[in-house]
């Protein structure tokens, strides 16, 4: 089943043109990584997915971005509930300076979830879920702002969750954590993948081979080559791949 379905995707900023004409399909329940060196596209054709760019000025858009074959920029698009089903786990932690409980009950409340029963149930759903709710269980109460980077993270993790999304999009959700933190963040991204579509970009070539069954390389605002993680690592068919992969530039 299809997910996501680009076509011919072209984003500007003011003159900048910042992607150019992409294509791609996300399959749904699986790792689609975004790969290429700093200000290629990969993080501006990420905020698409939700309409994340609406808020930036002077931003132009035109082809098609069909979520369940629904255009994301049709005129009858709730952006809002969007967001519900494509939620996006940020680089930096950003737990809203709250309790462990609010941050996770913050979505669902806007969305009209108010009985403590079925909070408490999204609570220890979402944040086990999210592999916090062992370290957390007894300290709910507690400010979001005294976890560890890492906790952090999946807390954030477990406030997407937390309103049952069908996608979650990351933007290098471990490029500010230590090595053990990382680790923790891709295993819950391989257990997450068989209930979500998950497309994450990263800067880290490893990860991307890790934890992807899909990837796209991305080169100043084109995709260059997308496919199997496996094949576009070990066989890429175009030189810029392999380059980037090798470690010649980026």
Not at 162 to 184: F, G, R
Request: hydrophobic share 35%; with cysteine; net charge negative.
């Amino acid at each position: 089943m299809m997910k996501f379905n680009i076509q011919d995707l072209n984003l500007y900023y003011g003159e900048l043109h910042a992607l150019k004409g992409v294509n791609m399909d996300v399959e749904e329940n699986g790792v689609m990584a975004l790969i290429g060196p700093s200000g290629c596209g990969k993080s501006t054709f990420l905020r698409t997915l939700n309409r994340m760019n609406d808020i930036i000025e002077n931003t132009k858009i035109s082809g098609k971005i069909l979520l369940d074959n629904e255009d994301v920029y049709g005129p009858n698009v709730d952006v809002i509930d969007l967001r519900k089903r494509v939620g996006m786990v940020f680089q930096k932690p950003n737990p809203f300076p709250m309790s462990i409980y609010d941050n996770v009950t913050y979505g669902p409340k806007i969305h009209g979830a108010h009985s403590k029963v079925s909070l408490d149930e999204i609570v220890e759903k979402s944040l086990t879920a999210a592999a916090l709710w062992d370290e957390v269980k007894d300290r709910l109460k507690v400010s979001a702002l005294g976890l560890s980077g890492g906790q952090q993270q999946r807390l954030c993790i477990a406030r997407t969750l937390a309103v049952n999304p069908e996608v979650i999009l990351m933007d290098e959700p471990t490029s500010a954590l230590d090595p053990i933190s990382t680790a923790k963040i891709e295993e819950l991204v391989e257990t997450l993948k068989e209930k979500y579509t998950i497309i994450i970009v990263t800067h880290n070539m490893q990860q991307a081979g890790r934890i992807s069954d899909h990837t796209s390389f991305f080169l100043n605002g084109e995709v260059i080559e997308s496919g199997l993680t496996e094949k576009l690592f070990y066989k890429p068919e175009d030189k810029r791949t392999e380059d980037y992969i090798t470690g010649r530039f980026g």
